[in-house]
């Protein structure tokens, strides 16, 4: 039975039509059984009794344009036609979901803010599977997202969320670590020549980590008694929590020395990492490796070297404080084996 | 690489990056439907990207987590730590399911650690599946947890603490391959005011189920039991029963006494599909076994029974309940085979089959048949009493039957418009 057949038939079945205004202002009319499906709309019709008439037209929220309105009825004409099988509705969902990455976007914002969840279930499982076991630079390229991460950032996807001093000053170790990248980066494009007077510098970097048995040995010790230093912490630590709030704040606004700071970072970053090995390796490891995907395999053993020169500079100052420590003064291990281990923290301020 | 500077507004070539300003719960429902390691990843997308996973409403730790299979295993269990304490870690706002369930994960001490930390988080989903190795002891903690909604344990020891006040808010508890005490059981349901689902599977530490749950609307267990009892369960809509155990009757039990079926039945009013599998019929047919159930079953529709052919009490009961099904539409019926030697009740033939109602079956499915007397007498009797019956799917036990082929011909149908399928068993 057409429209016009029911019209004239049975008035009384004729079809009534909602005003809606989409984000542009224009007005249009729609079948009310139509517009009902969409929970935003049915609210707004039976709370506030709007869209009847062209003056009393519901305006849509901002992100309903025009053609996603379209888009939207068409999924609400399909679906709301209780006969349909599931076989059709899926098929029929698997069509409409044939479209570009942007419109599918500006379609789930529309649907989201009429509170269509049937829709936006159906558009999340459409991205979810764009998404899905392609790398970081296919993924960029659909979605068209810019590449604004440093590729420490890349490494250390930490965040202060809960706004732990420890992890503050990590965060500001990190920040100077970017700034000297950073500044080295600049160099190389400022002057050509510096360019390879840098990749120099590295090399002999590079020579003086992995070079004589002796220096690779260097290396070694300070992190062995990092090991022992950490045992010594873990024992404490029970007791050493309870005034740490107040003692690092304390420290905080001190920063008066690099070396302080730093010197303390190591002492927390035993407690971070958990591992035996000394290395700073706060990333995830979800198979390791796979984080590095986006970067040049090159440019990401210079990284790796660079994050290990820094490891290893931070334990070779706290090896040379500790020689320092042992040497000074045996006298003062007893104040470090008290509870408070206020003794050892006096020392740095 | 360097970090690219923001491009002017004047290059047209960049297209509008429309994802990452989608609304949170958006965001996080995409990437609800990916892996939780894809989901993690997408944090070295864009700045914008790195921290939207961290407010996924559900964690999932299983196989996927790990894609190298190594065959060490106390490797794979340092990475699967070190993962899951570091997503813990770096997780922001509630979480609203956990669940673990790795192959090479035996039961840690860790998971005592978690699900403490998820407590605080006010979880309402936790499942926990231990695959191999003992009973895990769950932790104290998690019976403290009253955010709960749905908990579900696989290959767990449950030892509540004398504190444990029930969960006030649990909806749906799954136990599969668990131990706990009788006190603790009936404990845990009666204290659980809201729960509408119940599954419990291969349970041992108790044998006497008593289930006292004014919410409960669906029940599936199958286990070891001795007895079962339902009180004020006048919801339940939903039941699948199993009973694992071909116990031996007690002879005085036999025919005197109460029947099971009629205590069975007296607090499920509103059942409409009801599964009675491995030995659960021979529990019900204990007693003596009325013509048909006091109170009709109005609301049951499917009806799916194993049942011994030859035990003519078994075929007692289930008659009783077709007598008492009048909108049964669907029915299955599985031929348990047992010693066909071993006759507690002979059958009586066409007795059996007195006062028949006219049944309003639409599909009826037999399976396991080998065209004996007992059996070919229920069939006749179906397709005698189903008038708007559609289909029948019979399937033997063996292939070329071709008696009972020739005696499925012959039988008279009451309905003109059903089909006989008889499915060769490949």
């Known amino acids: 039975m057409s429209e016009i057949d029911m019209a004239v038939i049975k008035p009384e079945m004729m079809k009534s039509y909602i005003w809606l205004q989409t984000s542009d202002g224009s007005i249009q009319q729609v079948e009310q059984e139509i517009a009902m499906f969409c929970p935003l709309i049915c609210q707004e019709i039976i709370t506030k009794g709007m869209g009847s008439s062209k003056n009393s037209a519901i305006s849509l929220p901002q992100q309903v344009t025009p053609s996603t309105l379209s888009l939207i009825l068409d999924y609400c004409r399909f679906h709301q036609v209780p006969g349909r099988s599931n076989k059709e509705r899926k098929s029929h969902d698997e069509k409409f979901v044939r479209m570009g990455t942007n419109r599918l976007c500006e379609l789930v914002s529309a649907a989201d803010s009429l509170q269509l969840r049937p829709l936006v279930d159906l558009i999340s499982r459409a991205l979810a599977r764009k998404i899905e076991g392609r790398t970081p630079e296919e993924i960029r390229e659909i979605f068209h997202l810019p590449d604004d991460l440093t590729e420490e950032e890349k490494l250390e996807p930490l965040k202060n969320i809960t706004d732990d001093p420890r992890i503050r000053l990590l965060n500001r170790l990190y920040a100077k670590k970017r700034k000297e990248l950073k500044e080295r980066e600049r160099l190389k494009n400022v002057e050509i020549e510096e360019e390879r007077v840098d990749e120099r510098s590295v090399d002999d970097l590079l020579t003086f980590i992995n070079g004589n048995d002796g220096d690779s040995k260097a290396v070694k010790t300070p992190k062995n008694k990092k090991k022992n230093r950490k045992k010594k912490d873990q024992q404490k630590n029970p007791s050493l929590k309870e005034d740490s709030g107040p003692e690092k704040k ?7 020395c690099d070396q302080s700071s730093d010197g303390n970072i190591i002492g927390e970053t035993s407690n971070l990492t958990y591992e035996e090995d000394g290395t700073f390796s706060p990333k995830i490891d979800f198979d390791d490796g796979d984080m590095d995907d986006g970067i040049d395999p090159a440019i990401r053993e210079k990284i790796d070297r660079e994050v290990e020169d820094f490891a290893r500079r931070i334990n070779s100052d706290w090896a040379e404080r500790m020689q320092d420590f042992l040497t000074s003064g045996r006298e003062r291990t007893s104040t470090l084996s008290a509870t408070n281990g206020n003794g050892y923290l006096r020392r740095h301020a | 690489m360097r970090r690219e500077q923001v491009q002017p507004a004047c290059l047209s070539n960049v297209e509008p990056d429309r994802i990452s300003c989608l609304p949170g719960h958006v965001i996080d429902q995409i990437l609800s439907h990916l892996p939780l390691r894809e989901a993690v990843r997408t944090s070295v997308l864009s700045s914008k990207w790195r921290y939207k996973w961290a407010t996924l409403p559900n964690l999932v730790f299983d196989n996927q987590c790990l894609s190298v299979a190594s065959q060490d295993h106390s490797d794979i269990k340092n990475k699967l730590l070190r993962i899951i304490d570091h997503v813990l870690l770096l997780h922001a706002g ?20 978690w699900a403490l930390h998820l407590t605080r988080r006010s979880i309402k989903e936790f499942v926990l599946e231990i695959w ?16 709960l909604v749905h908990l579900e344990l696989f290959n767990c020891w449950l030892k509540p603490p004398s504190t444990f006040q029930g969960f006030r808010n649990l909806k749906s508890l799954d136990l599969q391959h668990v131990t706990l005490a009788q006190d603790v059981f009936e404990n845990l349901i009666s204290s659980c005011p809201l729960l509408e689902r119940l599954t419990l599977m291969n349970f041992d530490g108790f044998t006497h189920l008593n289930i006292d749950a004014p919410n409960l609307q669906f029940f599936d267990i199958g286990g070891k039991f001795e007895d079962i009892r339902f009180e004020n369960t006048f919801q339940l809509s939903v039941v699948s029963i199993g009973l694992y155990l071909n116990f031996e009757i007690n002879q005085n039990r036999l025919n005197g006494g109460s029947s099971n079926l009629l205590k069975f039945f007296v607090h499920l009013p509103h059942v409409r599909r009801l599964e009675v599998q491995s030995y659960f019929l021979k529990y019900l047919a204990i007693g003596a076994v009325p013509l048909k159930l006091p109170r009709p079953c109005v609301d ?3 009806l799916s029974i194993r049942m011994n052919f030859n035990d003519s009490k078994e075929i007692s009961t289930a008659l009783c309940l077709l007598r008492s099904s009048p909108n049964l539409q669907e029915l299955e019926v599985l031929a348990r085979p047992e010693e066909q030697n071993v006759l507690i ?7 059996e089959y007195c006062s028949c109602p006219i049944m309003q079956l639409r599909h009826v499915r037999i399976d396991g048949v080998s065209g004996t007397k007992p059996e070919l007498d229920f069939i006749s009797f179906l397709l005698l009493y189903s008038p708007v019956l559609e289909r029948m799917t019979v399937k033997p036990i063996a292939s070329g039957v071709t008696e009972l082929m020739k005696e499925l011909l012959r039988f008279r149908r009451a309905s003109g418009r059903a089909e006989i399928i008889y499915q060769e068993s490949l």
């Open chain 1, 250 to 256: 304390e420290l905080n606004g001190h920063d008066t």
């Open chain 2, 132 to 147: 191999k190795g003992q009973r895990y002891k769950i932790p104290s903690c998690l019976f403290a947890c009253q955010s």
């Open chain 2, 94 to 113: 509630a979480i609203n399911k956990f669940k673990l369930s790795h192959r090479d994960l035996i039961g840690l001490t860790d998971i005592d650690r």
């Open chain 2, 300 to 302: 049951l529709s499917y």
């Open chain 2, 345 to 351: 009740h002979p059958y009586c033939g066409e007795d």
